[in-house]
C-alpha cells in the first residue's frame, strides 16, 4: 500500500526481539497505535508488560513518561500544577507526566478513583483544564496502563466510565517453552532488560510517520455490508441475556477504526469479517458485564463474545 506499512513491521519484528514470545500482543498494539486508541496490559508480574512499552516508545522516538500509580497519588502528580514565580510574579504550569506522547499508567487498578478520573479528560478530549484553562496534550498521546490480574486487596476497579475509554484490554500471558528458552538464551548473551541504555536500540519510526499512518488508515474502505454486521454484533451484545451491559456507541466506533488499522497493518485498503471478529475479544472483555446469575452458572466474558460472534450472520 505505502511505504509506511512495511516500517510498522520492521517495528514488530524489532519489539518481539525484545519481548519475546509475545507476537500477538505486538500485533494488537500497533492496532491500537494506528487508532490512537488507549490500551490496558493485564498480567502477572514479570511478563515483560512494562519493558514492552519502553522499548516501543524508544522505537518510534516518542516522549514518553512513567508514573507508577499508588494509592497516595493525586491528580495533580499526574496532571501537573500552577506554581506562583516570584521572579517574574507570575504562576507557570509545572507540568505532570500526563503532557507526554506515550504516557505508561503502572498499577492503575492501585490508585483511588479520584485520580483514576483524572485521566478522564484526557483520554477522551485530549486536553487538560488547569484552574479552568484548557491545555491540548501532544497530537499522539497515548496511554497504555498496566494492572495485576491476581491482585485484588488494595485496588480499585476502574468504573465503567473509564474502561470504556480504553480502546482495548490486552491479555499478557506466558510465553511458550520455545520463546522462554530464547529469553535465557538472550539474558546469556548479555541482553541486560533493565539497562535498556546499554541495548543497542534504533528507533525504526518517527511520531510524524505515525500520525501519517493514522491518517491512511482512515482512508480504508469499509463495505456497507461490513458496517451493518458490526452494528448487528453491537446492537446484540445489548440484548444477550448473560450480560447486564453491553457495547456502547463509542465502542462500536473504536471497532470500526480498530478493524480498519488491522487491515491496513495487513497491507489491504479494504476491511474484511475476520478483522472485525479477530480483534472482538480485545475491544469487548472489559466493556460487557455479565449478569450475577451468569457468572454463578460458570460463565466466562471471553465465552459469551464468542457466542456473540456464532450468533450474527456473517455477510458474503
Known amino acids: 500500500m505505502n511505504d509506511l506499512t512495511p516500517a510498522f513491521h520492521r517495528l514488530a519484528h524489532h519489539l518481539g526481539k525484545v519481548v519475546v514470545g509475545q507476537s500477538d500482543l505486538i500485533r494488537d498494539l500497533l492496532v491500537a497505535l494506528l487508532s490512537g486508541g488507549h490500551v490496558i496490559l493485564e498480567g502477572v508480574p514479570g511478563t515483560g508488560k512494562t519493558l514492552l512499552v519502553k522499548v516501543l516508545a524508544q522505537l518510534i522516538q516518542a516522549d514518553f513518561r512513567r508514573v507508577q500509580l499508588t494509592p497516595d497519588i493525586l491528580p495533580s502528580d499526574i496532571l501537573g500544577v500552577n506554581i506562583f514565580d516570584q521572579a517574574t510574579r507570575n504562576f507557570v504550569l509545572k507540568a505532570g507526566p500526563v503532557f507526554s506522547e506515550v504516557l505508561l499508567a503502572d498499577e492503575i487498578n492501585r490508585t483511588p478513583p479520584k485520580t483514576q478520573s483524572a485521566l478522564l479528560e484526557a483520554m477522551e478530549e485530549q486536553q487538560v483544564t488547569l484552574d479552568g484553562e484548557s491545555l491540548r496534550l501532544p497530537d499522539l498521546f497515548w496511554v497504555i496502563a498496566t494492572q495485576n490480574s491476581l491482585e485484588f486487596e488494595g485496588t480499585y476497579p476502574l468504573p465503567e466510565a473509564q474502561l470504556d475509554r ?97 487491515a491496513w497493518l495487513n497491507e489491504r485498503d479494504y476491511v474484511t469479517p475476520d478483522d472485525i471478529k479477530a480483534i472482538a475479544p480485545a475491544i469487548l472483555r472489559h466493556r460487557l458485564i455479565l449478569r450475577p446469575e451468569a457468572q454463578l452458572d460458570g460463565l466466562q466474558i471471553e465465552g459469551v463474545i464468542h457466542s456473540l460472534l456464532g450468533q450474527v450472520p456473517v455477510p458474503r
Open 166 to 262: 480504553f480502546l482495548f484490554k490486552l491479555i499478557v500471558g506466558y510465553p511458550d517453552s520455545q520463546a522462554e528458552r530464547q529469553m535465557l538464551l538472550n539474558a546469556q548473551a548479555g541482553l541486560q532488560t533493565k539497562r535498556l541504555d546499554l541495548v543497542n536500540i534504533k528507533p525504526v519510526l518517527s511520531v510524524e510517520q505515525i500520525l501519517t499512518a493514522r491518517q491512511l488508515v482512515r482512508k480504508v474502505q469499509v463495505a456497507d455490508s461490513l458496517l451493518d454486521y458490526l452494528l448487528a454484533l453491537v446492537q446484540r451484545s445489548r440484548t444477550t441475556t448473560d450480560l447486564a451491559l453491553g457495547a456502547s456507541p463509542r465502542s462500536a466506533v473504536a471497532w470500526l477504526q480498530a478493524s480498519k488499522a488491522r
